[in-house]
């Protein structure tokens, strides 16, 4: 079996027992492929020194420490399945170094920016006082902001969810992630209010009536684009004095991931609560844990000044 054909049956398991999305699964061929085609006789029977060497090429074409890293990663977990499949008897990323990069703290929000933003999107709704299109957008916005912030949702989670989640009116409900993984979120009491008061704006307009999902649109996939939402965002950001440049869904995100911490949350919760698969991930908010650690000495020991 050549390089290409073990690149293709490593794919195949990462599709079928990891159910790994199509994005994941072509950014692993492209980075294989790319280091198969630079080490003489392919990436499979590469030794150390062999991938050691592709590593300084891709540093000295000025490819940053984190796509380095990238590359290595896949090529470690490529050869930890040909030494687990028996196609190799040893594994040559065994010893070798990962780039050292900085890994960048995630934009957030304070808890008082982000009730500005909560805030200024229920007095839009609330000023909302017919069918016409800005007062449906103000309620459908209102809706997104207050769920985005109640379940930390991704963003293509929150503008594909199914009508069915503000039909209930449950406390809890399951979402679909990456990886065609479930997992359950909450929805707070402000957030169900707001998709109850979208709900029903929503059936008073016939396009929207037999759509299964909850923000609809005239879209290739029937549900609201996440590049229109982003748009509706930093509007309403600027709207309640907030630098806009500092405001996406991914930042409201981060912002529930963060404030959890702040307050007490486990960090293993929050993975859960945003569907990491691994707590690795989680673990680029530990300087919130950390900060909340230097408080609580500073707040309760005796011999703190």
């Given at each position: 079996?050549?390089?290409?054909a073990?690149?293709?049956a490593?794919?195949?398991m990462?599709s079928?027992?990891r159910?790994a999305?199509?994005n994941?699964l072509s ?7 790319d280091?198969s ?6 990436l499979a029977?590469?030794a150390?020194?062999?991938i050691r060497?592709y590593l300084?090429?891709i540093a ?5 420490a984190?796509?380095q890293a ?5 090529i470690?977990?490529f050869?930890k399945?040909?030494y687990a499949?028996?196609l190799?008897?040893?594994d ?8 050292r ?7 957030t ?6 009730g500005r ?5 229920a ?14 957008a ?6 997104l902001?207050?769920v985005?912030?109640?379940?930390g949702?991704?963003?293509s989670?929150?503008v594909?969810?199914?009508?069915t989640?503000?039909?209930r ?8 992630g990456k990886?065609d993984k ?15 008061t979208?709900?029903?704006?929503r059936?008073r307009v ?7 999902f909850l ?27 907030i630098a806009?440049a500092?405001?996406s869904p991914?930042?409201l995100?981060h ?7 702040q ?5 293993r919760?929050?993975?859960q609560?945003?569907?990491h698969?691994?707590i690795?991930t989680?673990?680029i ?8 650690l230097?408080r609580?000495v ?8």
């Amino acid at each position: 079996m050549n390089s290409a054909a073990r690149i293709e049956a490593f794919l195949e398991m990462l599709s079928a027992e990891r159910g790994a999305a199509e994005n994941t699964l072509s950014s692993y061929r492209r980075d294989l492929e790319d280091a198969s085609g630079a080490i003489d006789g392919g990436l499979a029977g590469a030794a150390a020194a062999d991938i050691r060497t592709y590593l300084d090429d891709i540093a000295a074409r000025g490819f940053a420490a984190t796509s380095q890293a990238r590359k290595l990663s896949a090529i470690r977990q490529f050869f930890k399945f040909l030494y687990a499949e028996g196609l190799r008897g040893d594994d040559p990323t065994g010893t070798l170094d990962s780039p050292r990069k900085g890994r960048p703290l995630p934009k957030t929000m304070s808890e008082a920016d982000t009730g500005r933003l909560i805030d200024r999107a229920a007095l839009e709704a609330g000023d909302a006082s017919s069918d016409d299109g800005d007062s449906l957008a103000s309620l459908r916005l209102h809706a997104l902001v207050e769920v985005l912030y109640a379940t930390g949702l991704r963003v293509s989670e929150l503008v594909g969810l199914p009508v069915t989640v503000a039909q209930r009116d449950d406390r809890f409900f399951m979402v679909r992630g990456k990886g065609d993984k479930e997992r359950m979120v909450p929805l707070s009491a402000k957030a169900r209010a707001a998709m109850k008061t979208w709900l029903a704006a929503r059936a008073r307009v016939p396009a929207f009536a037999d759509s299964p999902f909850l923000f609809p649109a005239a879209s290739d996939s029937g549900y609201l684009s996440r590049q229109v939402f982003a748009r509706d965002l930093k509007g309403l950001a600027a709207r309640a004095g907030i630098a806009s440049a500092k405001i996406s869904p991914h930042v409201l995100r981060h912002a529930f991931a963060s404030h959890l911490l702040q307050n007490g949350a486990d960090l293993r919760a929050v993975q859960q609560l945003l569907g990491h698969a691994d707590i690795s991930t989680t673990q680029i908010y530990t300087h919130v844990l950390e900060e909340r650690l230097v408080r609580l000495v500073n707040d309760h020991h005796p011999l703190a000044d």
